[in-house]
Structures are given as structure tokens and as C-alpha cells.
């Protein structure tokens, strides 16, 4: 129980310090005479998604998460190296590497999809887009590919979720149209530009720039794509929601879809395919069950 109370204090804190972020930007664009950047009703859903997600995924990490962390801990390497600079960096470094992998997951199956196509069904970029995550992601399994390689390997899951919560607070300062290019630190890190086309729904956005923090994996595995080469970007997903502001609605809906696919065509296939494929498989029409 204790583990819980310090979990939600945590997320209170955050939420605090999100809330001033979104602010400051508020009030930027309207002193760079940059027009509206925040619309009430998407702002809401935003919030109420993400403390949802939050409440959830912290009670998640505090209760089964971090246990099962331990049991496959007990069987891996146990490397368990000593608290260092260098191993802190090897931390973060193969934690982002996870995170990237699983982020590709989430992209190319449906079942993760779902989890993840509530991030991407907002047609705007502000700060508060990064708080609309899922609550099904602690109970979907997605976090087995980001929290598990780690604890085979014999890392301490305490530094595990530091790492793994600085990851999603730098993701956080990527949601945004206020900062431009960053020079040569495009290169290495992910960026506010670089993000800005993977939230992008346009053929040469779709699948693209999957890193957290950093971009060199899109480099390495040929998912790259510069700003300057993406056109015009449209935020949002090729099949938007039919009820943009209902935070329930947004993190269940593909859910709904996806099983109502499965009984329609008795076809478990669409459960692991990418989450088009159904559309390929038997046609078009299916896309009315993604609008209900």
C-alpha cells in the first residue's frame, strides 16, 4: 500500500509541474502572437487521459509490475553492475533502445495499437497531446517489452523506473510547435521537429521517427524522416475518432473495434496484424466499425 501512496504522490507532483509547462507555453505562443495553441474541450479530455493512464500504470508498477520485474530478475544474468556514471548512461541508453522497440510494436500490431492510438488521435501539438496516453497500456502487456529485457539483463528496478520515467518526462518536452531546430543535436536526440512528423498522418509521416530520446535508432533501422522532407503535417490518424472529447471513449473505442472485427470475421489473425491489415483482408468497409 505504501508503494501505491508514493506512486500517486509522484503523479500529483508531476501533474503539478506539467500543468505550469503547459501554461508557460500557453502564454508564449500568445506573446509570439502565434494564435490559439490550446482548445478547452481537447484540453480536458488531454488531462483526464493522462491521469487516468497515470493512476493506473503507477498503481500497475507498485503492485504486479515491479514483482514480476523481481521474478524474471532472480532467473536472468543478475549482472546487477555498481551505480556509476557509466553504467547509468548504459542504462539509459539500452532503456531507450527498449522503449524504441517497443514503440515500433505499438505501431505495427493491432493489439498494442489500441493502447497507442489515443497519443495519436489529437489534430493538435501542445503539450498536453503527450498526457493523452491509455490506461489499457498497463493491462494491455505493452510494458513487458520496455520493463523486462532490463531485469534479464540484472539491472535494479528502481534505477529501471527512473530511467524509464526520465524517458517519458524528456517525450513529454517533444509535444510542441514552439521549438524549432536544435542544430546539431538533431542528430542524435530526438526532437521537438522530429516528433512532430511522427505524430503526422500523411503517407510520408505515417511510422516514422520512433525514438524517445534518442533518433539515432531511427537512423540505424531506416524509420527516419526529417521534417524538411515531410510536407505539410497533419496531425491525428487516418481514421480519426467520431467522439474527439470523450476520454473514455478515446482509450476503449479501438478496443471495441478491434474485438468486434475479430467476431465479424472470425479471424484471430487481426489481433496480432498491423492494424490495417484487416482493412486489406476484407476490404474497406470494415473502416465504419474504427467510426462507431
Known amino acids: 500500500m505504501q508503494d501505491v501512496i508514493h506512486a500517486l504522490m509522484f503523479i500529483a507532483a508531476f501533474g503539478v509541474v506539467f500543468s505550469l509547462v503547459m501554461v508557460a507555453e500557453h502564454l508564449y505562443a500568445q506573446y509570439r502572437r502565434r494564435g490559439q495553441i490550446y482548445y478547452l474541450k481537447e484540453t480536458i479530455a488531454n488531462l483526464t487521459i493522462g491521469a487516468s493512464y497515470k493512476v493506473v500504470d503507477g498503481i500497475a508498477i507498485a503492485l504486479f509490475i515491479q514483482a514480476f520485474y523481481q521474478w524474471v530478475y532472480a532467473r536472468g544474468l543478475q549482472w546487477d553492475p555498481a551505480l556509476s556514471v557509466w553504467s547509468v548512461l ?6 531507450d533502445f527498449c522503449f524504441f522497440i517497443n514503440h515500433v510494436l505499438m505501431h505495427k500490431v493491432r493489439w498494442f495499437w489500441n493502447v497507442h492510438v489515443t497519443h495519436h488521435s489529437s489534430e493538435h501539438m501542445n503539450f498536453s497531446t503527450a498526457l ?15 520493463w523486462i529485457p532490463a531485469a534479464l539483463i540484472g539491472f535494479d528496478k528502481d534505477w529501471v523506473l527512473i530511467a524509464i520515467e526520465a524517458n517519458l ?3 513529454f518536452f517533444l509535444h ?15 526532437t521537438p521537429s522530429h516528433h512532430r512528423v511522427h505524430h503526422g498522418s500523411n503517407p510520408d509521416q505515417i511510422d ?12 540505424i533501422f531506416g524509420t527516419f524522416r526529417d521534417e524538411g522532407d515531410a510536407g505539410v503535417i497533419k496531425y491525428g490518424v487516418t481514421r480519426m475518432p467520431s467522439r ?18 475479430v467476431w465479424r470475421y472470425k479471424d484471430l489473425r487481426i489481433i496480432y496484424k498491423h492494424p490495417d491489415w484487416v482493412l486489406e483482408k476484407y ?10
Open 132 to 146: 493523452r496516453q491509455n490506461f489499457t497500456f498497463a493491462l494491455s502487456g505493452a510494458w513487458f517489452f520496455w
Open 169 to 171: 518526462v524528456y517525450q
Open 176 to 190: 510542441t510547435e514552439q521549438v524549432g531546430r536544435l542544430g546539431w543535436l538533431e542528430k542524435i536526440f530526438n
Open 90 to 95: 548504459l542504462l539509459v541508453i539500452f532503456i
Open 283 to 292: 476490404g474497406r468497409e470494415t473502416a465504419v466499425s474504427d467510426k462507431d
Open 244 to 261: 474527439p472529447y470523450n476520454a473514455w471513449d478515446l482509450q476503449v473505442h479501438d478496443w471495441i473495434a478491434m474485438f468486434r472485427d
Open 208 to 219: 516514422r521517427n520512433f525514438g524517445g530520446i534518442l533518433i539515432v535508432w531511427d537512423y
